[in-house]
Structure formats: C-alpha cells, structure tokens
C-alpha cells in the first residue's frame, strides 16, 4: 500500500481556515485519497474521500493537486470541535479485495485555539 | 439512524484470562472491521468479516480471532491475554466492500489488562 506523510501537529485560530497537507508521492492511479479524523474518546470519523477532481461536503474540502501526489484537506471555519487528529489514508480500489481495511499513519493532531 | 454500537464500554481482564467484545454495526451494513489502538502503535487493523466471512486479516496472533453472525453483529475474542493487550478495540461497519466505501466507527471498547 502506498504511504502517506503529513505533519505531526498544527494550530488554528478558531473561525479561521485551515489547511491540512498530505503527500503520497507513491500513490496509483487506482488509490482513493481518504481522511478520517479521531475526537479526543471517540472513534474516527469519516470526513472526505476523492479520487481526482476537488471534493466538497459538509464537513470539509478536499483539493487534489493535478499529479495527485499530495492533496490538503480545508476545514473552512474551524470550530473548537475540529480540534482531533486527522489522518490521511489510501485504499486501492484494484486491489483483488480491498474490503474494510484501513491503513492508519500517525496523522496530524490538530489544535483549535479560542 | 443509529451508528455503530460497541459493547462494553470498559472491561477490566487478569492476565491469562479471555475476553469477547462485541459490535452492532449499522443497520444494513454487511462489512465489520476490527482495529486495535495503543498509545505506541497507533490504529493497527485485526480483521475484517463480511457474510459471515473473514475476509482480510492483519498481522495479529491466533490468539485473536472474530466471528460474524447472520445479521451482521460480529464479536471479537482475545484469548489468554497479556498486558500488551491493554488498549481500545474499535469496530467498524460500512455497506460495501469497494475502496470507496467510508468505513463508519463505534467508541471502542478500552480494555485494561492487570
């Protein structure tokens, strides 16, 4: 499976943007681009996930840089609530079976400051 | 809709004994996947079942092993446990098997071994 790297921790002023970075230099042309974020005591939670072009919902943006080998995650107000650890994650979607299996790094612990 | 339930929420073991956790995935949701998360190693994956089948598994030993039932809750048993098994066990549950299907997560069960 490809590897993903991104920043051990990053601090955000409340109702500002933030820009979480990922890179995937090895990534396939068959990998999905997943995030998934972690609350103090909670499970991850899914945020986002893209193949190619830009993603928008309702939690986050995700842009996708044109060779596909890094994309950043935009929270676009952060709340106090955002403050978790967000991990950046690939899924083959060639593999024979790729299934439930996730592949978590160390991720980024995000800190919101009021 | 009712998300992934995980119980107990808490369990206190002796070296040597065996525990079993259970999860309620999401209703109409057929994949469980079982992650165990530790200070030191992060989120590792253990298995995942689908249809009453293992289908993936990581590098954990015998000791650990899973089931699923007809209706998709899935139980996961540690046997002869070791203080290294201390940590939080989470499941997750998702509809599918593709690589872009999000895997939704219950809270875990934090497990503390004396």
């Known amino acids: 499976d490809a590897k993903t790297t991104q920043p051990n921790s990053m601090e955000s002023n409340e109702e500002e943007p933030v820009h979480l970075p990922c890179n995937h230099s090895?990534?396939?042309?068959?990998?999905?681009i997943h995030w998934y974020r972690q609350l103090p005591s909670q499970g991850p939670e899914y945020v986002i996930h893209g193949l190619t072009s830009n993603v928008n919902n309702r939690m986050a943006s995700l842009a996708i840089a044109e060779d596909r080998k890094s994309s950043t995650l935009i929270l676009h107000r952060a709340t106090l609530r955002d403050a978790a650890v967000y991990y950046c994650?690939?899924?083959?979607?060639?593999?024979?079976?790729?299934?439930?299996?996730?592949?978590f790094g160390q991720g980024t612990e995000l800190s919101v400051k009021p | 809709k009712a998300g992934v339930t995980q119980t107990p929420r808490y369990l206190i073991k002796t070296r040597g004994q065996q525990v079993t956790l259970s999860c309620s995935p999401i209703?109409?949701?057929?994949?469980v996947s079982w992650y165990q998360q530790t200070p030191g190693q992060g989120l590792q994956f253990l298995f995942e079942?689908?249809?009453?089948?293992?289908?993936n598994k990581g590098n954990f030993p015998g000791r650990f092993s899973g089931r699923q039932f007809s209706n998709s809750r899935s139980e996961m048993n540690v046997s002869t446990l070791e203080l290294g098994d201390s940590a939080l066990y989470l499941c997750?549950?998702?509809?599918?098997?593709?690589?872009?299907?999000?895997?939704?997560f219950g809270d875990g069960t934090r497990l503390s071994i004396l």
């Open positions: 079942y689908f249809s009453e089948t293992q289908r």
């Open positions: 209703s109409g949701h057929r994949s």
């Open positions: 994650i690939l899924r083959d979607y060639s593999s024979e079976y790729q299934g439930g299996k996730l592949i």
């Open positions: 997750a549950s998702s509809q599918g098997q593709g690589a872009d299907q999000p895997q939704h």
């Open positions: 090895t990534i396939s042309g068959t990998d999905y």
